[in-house]
């Protein structure tokens, strides 16, 4: 290898810029390095030439971005640093090791991509070998995760049993992050920077500002037009400022801040200005928003065109050894495109395959142990068994940690010994962080989806998060994570990530005074969503049963503890063994009837009952089948009971019209509705908000008499 340096004239980025100089580095590297920016442009103009002869259906580039993508991937480790890439970063990933067939693979949408196996969009990169995980659209949904990726590398360390448990950690690997200047207006970059400062974490964030979010200008997006400018005093964090379109200056600015962050002092954000010469996407069209003369001032800092000349200029290299790169480039893209033209698509009956864990199904018979289940000790409530199987299965399992917030005892652990404790505005994680410490147990900033951003982080590296969204009603800002993130990461990816995170998330009003926003009960949103287990309790011992399997399963779980339920006499239980379980899809049938059946779970159950055993009294016999998993849920044991009283009702919390026993309703209506002697019938909530007031807040959500009402309209069918 040529190791002799010298002094390196770079290109003038315009006549009233003088020259500056730099120490150039050995010569086999830049010419790498050359290669690689070479090659990520040809396979983006590949890519444009097979979109305009309609043999791939996508094209987003890397074009412009390359010189200090390459840089980074110089300076970082595959399969030893993690990675989280946007979609412009097709040099770095081809730096990583990743090959062009690997990338056009994904561009036809073949079976073999590695990034998805065919299910998403080019560009979107992820790769398990190299570290890279699994991309998506939505821009900055990755920050967070990426946060969460580094500070697994930080608990893991504070977690002395884990180091028989997970082994996967290196003590100065560096979790990488990108995003483009636009996505700095998305407050999960800011919620990404205030935990990576405030935990001094790893995370090297690069903004490749090209000066545009599709047509919209940095000076639009940004206040002053300059990001960097406005984060310059988180603290811990170490700002670098680079020309992105020069692959020396961003060699030495990546290794600062790579270096930075393997010692441990903090995050590094670099802003790299880097240019966009081609459109947004294929979809775009830049000529629309973008006058000549600023795309031909963009053109002279082209950085493949302008590191080309610049190596021939300082005798790196002839332009005959320039040409052969490029022949060679030439040849092993089109190569690498025959191949992938030619390689098979998924087959269709792989479309639900990965929806959830091919390996672990919670509702096997593995998971269930109800009908042995050994009580012991005084009766608890919801909360008490709740919190008794979180410490049962912290003591099992070292990697599950508990966070969000206000479910610590106290952050500030000097007072520990002189405070009661929080626990959660419930009291449901009380005294966990006493018995587990604060590496497994702590506060986490007043953002939802910092929450479960992190959390999709963590899991991805092993770690069992059980974390806690406060309230449902404030569920909304993780929307993204949850929808896009968690519950999709597996089956992107082709089950080469997954993300096992069990959110739970107190639920529903009857509480007095709860209003509009501490009483919603939305649960449809979230269960029609396919790669997400959602579980709603009605009793403690359930409660108990269902978190755990919930804990050990290998899919995400929503599990909804009703507010109302928490701490009611007539659903408490003694404590069960530390290995009971209740599998997912399980109804329980509380109640045997032969004149009608209701169908229900949540805090109607109980309601029901009530119902039921008011209605007795008129001579009318009522079935009440808990479902108690939203999804799956037992449609065996709904078949059952509406075969056996052939008259039905669906009862529950949520508003009536597009609510979750709609589906239910509708799916009797068509596959049994030989059976149905009646219409299916509904009691819910008003198609309306939850009141302040309690005569509205009575009037609103349905009663025990609703239910009555709907018994004996149903009977005298």
Known sequence: ????????????KSESEPMTTTELPDHKLLIEMYRTMYLSRRLDDKEIQLKGQNRIFFQISGAGHEAVLVAAGVVLKPGYDWFYPYYRDRALCLQLG????????????????????????????GHKKLNIVSQSSPTGTQLLQAVGCAEASYRFDLIPELQKRISNFKHDEVTYVSLGDGTTSEGEFWEALNTASNLKLPVLFL?????????VPVEVQTAGGDVSRLVENFP????????????????????????????????????AKVIRPYSHSLSDDEKLYRPDEERASDAERDPVKRFGALLIDEGVIDQNGLQQIKDEVDALVNEAADIALASPQPARETATKFVYSPDVDPASKEFDTEDNVQLSGNPGTMVDLINRCLDTEMARDPRIVVFG??????????YLDNVKGKGGVFKVTANLQRKYGSARVFNSPLAEANIVGRAIGMATRGFKPVVE?????YIWPAMHQIRNELALLRWRSGNEFKAPVVVRVPVGGYLKGGAVYHSQSGVSTFTQIPGLRVIYPSNALDANGLLRTAIRCDDPVL???????????????????????????KAKKVREGTDLSIITYGALVQRSLVAAKQMEQEGISVEIIDLRSLSPFDWDAIAETVKKTNKVIVAHEDSLSWGYGAEIAARITDELFEY???????????????????????AILPQASDVAKAIAELKAY
């Not at 002799?4 to 003038?12: C, S």
């Not at 670098?240 to 270096?259: F, K, N, Y």
């Open 1 to 12: 290898m040529n190791t002799d340096t010298k002094v390196l004239k770079l290109v003038r």
């Open 559 to 585: 599990f909804l503890e009703h507010k109302h339920l928490y701490r009611q006499a007539y659903n408490k239980s003694a404590y069960p063994n530390e290995e009971f379980m209740i599998p997912f899809g």
């Open 98 to 125: 990743m090959t062009p067939l690997e990338m056009l693979l994904s561009a036809v949408a073949a079976e073999a991509d590695p990034n998805s196996h065919g299910r998403q969009m080019p560009s979107h990169w």
């Open 405 to 414: 917030e206000d479910v610590a005892d106290c952050s500030r652990e000097q």
């Open 676 to 698: 149905l002697d009646a219409p299916v019938k509904r009691v819910c909530a008003l198609d309306t908000f939850v009141a302040y007031a309690p005569q509205l807040e009575d």
């Open 469 to 473: 969204i406060q309230f449902f009603d």
């Open 236 to 271: 811990s964090l170490l700002l670098q400022r680079c020309d992105g379109t020069d692959p020396i200056e961003s060699l030495e600015t990546m290794r600062r801040a790579v270096e930075y962050c393997r010692e441990r002092k903090g995050p590094a954000l670099v802003h």
């Open 207 to 215: 903004i490749e500002d090209n000066g545009y979010a599709i047509s």
